[in-house]
């Protein structure tokens, strides 16, 4: 089935510096991609999304790339605080299988101070 | 407050046993979705469910099932827990023409 592979595991930042997620998807049909954080014994949150429409979003200090020639997408936390330490999850989906949400292994960063 | 709602917050059980667990949106949305969380922090769909249709994992072991009463409720029943079950159990929803999906507090198993 459908793979959406998440790199870097582990990503350790100094405060106020960026820091940087990829993830690579394998069904051309995708067509939304939204990136969630969960902190620990809480629920994903979504933080922002991106549609196939568009190469580059940005809201409150993140940015989403994508490249769908690559089938490529990013996320950038620019000036990074105490409060973004979580894990973050990229997601596809695409109509068909009900917008089910695929989604990568996790990145678990941690800002410190 | 609009949001999903998800009982029990936990629960523990042994092997075999049957348990439920349910999940509620009030949201107005009218598809509903169960995703698996393991102990890695992997999260897989289990079952996608509207009014119309129900898709599921083809990975899910016929032991879970989901039961709808109405679009507002989408329960998972598993028939005969087993130890790889233990995991946190999340209900999302969405609606129909939108993208986003808001997840459920979950209910993390434990089958002893």
């Known amino acids: 089935g459908e793979q959406v592979e998440q790199l870097p595991s582990i990503l350790r930042v100094q405060e106020g510096s960026s820091a940087s997620i990829n993830c690579t998807y394998e069904n051309s049909a995708s067509n939304y991609f939204p990136w969630y954080k969960q902190e620990p014994g809480e629920n994903p949150k979504l933080i922002i999304d991106i549609r196939s429409n568009m190469e580059r979003k940005q809201t409150q200090g993140l940015i989403v790339l994508l490249d769908k020639k690559a089938k490529r997408f990013s996320l950038h936390i620019t000036d990074t605080q105490p409060g973004d330490s979580a894990m973050y999850f990229c997601?596809?989906?695409?109509?068909?299988?009900?917008?089910?949400?695929?989604f990568g292994t996790g990145t678990t960063v941690s800002v410190s101070p | 407050e609009t949001a999903v709602f998800q009982t029990p917050n936990y629960h523990v059980t042994q092997v075999g046993n049957e348990v439920s667990f349910n999940c509620k949106q009030t949201l107005g949305h009218d598809t509903m979705y169960w995703y698996k969380q393991d102990s890695k922090k992997l999260l897989k769909i289990m079952f996608s469910y509207n009014n119309k249709q129900l898709i599921v994992n083809e990975t899910v072991p016929r032991r879970f099932s989901p039961q709808s009463s109405d679009k507002a409720h989408l329960n998972l029943r598993i028939k005969s827990v087993e130890p790889e079950d233990s995991a946190v159990y999340l209900c999302a929803s969405r609606r129909l023409g939108d993208y986003e999906q808001y997840f459920g507090p979950g209910t993390r198993l434990t089958v002893l």
């Open positions: 997601a596809a989906s695409e109509r068909q299988g009900g917008r089910a949400l695929i």
